[in-house]
């Protein structure tokens, strides 16, 4: 009799079919997609979320960080803490509003502006990385049927619901 234990085999091993549907493969295609693009900004010197912010100050010169937090979903205090990452690197202008001095008004500097354009490349590229297995007409049909999705959850356009989960930033 041999004292070594023998491996048992589990009946059920392996026999699991892998996940299928649309939720699962959205699921993993979003986290895929969000890692790789995460990589690649980060050669710019900048996250994610540092990308949405930027593209929302673009987007709306002049807006304050609290129109900031309520389009993100978030308090205040958590977007001043973003901001000033952003501040700190030189991409983003807070300047006292002129109608109210005790509020202030978000810009892009130069170097933000120059940044963004970066991002938008690295954007591009990205997309068509990801969509390379479709032609035109597929990833604009995507497009559609995903952005009809995003509606139907009542998700904010153009606004990644990740900023309500993001980590604090050490300062």
Do not use: N
């Amino acid at each position: 009799m041999s004292s070594e234990r023998q491996p048992v085999e589990d009946p059920g091993a392996g026999t699991a079919p892998p996940p299928r549907g649309g939720a699962f493969l959205l699921a993993q295609l979003g986290a895929h997609a969000a890692g790789r693009f995460g990589e690649r900004v980060g050669g710019l010197g900048l996250a994610p979320p540092d990308v949405g912010l930027l593209r929302m100050i673009a987007t709306e010169p002049g807006r304050s960080q609290r129109s900031l937090a309520a389009d993100l979903g978030v308090v205040p205090s958590r977007v001043v803490a973003l901001i000033d990452s952003l501040e700190k690197k030189g991409f983003v202008e807070r300047r006292r509003s002129a109608e109210d001095r005790r509020h202030h008004e978000l810009y892009l500097s130069e170097e933000g502006r120059r940044v963004l354009g970066r991002v938008r490349e690295v954007a591009a590229l990205h997309e068509d990385d990801l969509f390379a297995a479709l032609d035109e007409e597929d990833r604009a049909r995507l497009a559609a049927l995903l952005g009809r999705i995003a509606e139907q959850q009542g998700l904010t356009p153009g606004v990644h619901p990740g900023y309500r989960h993001l980590p604090k930033r050490r300062g």
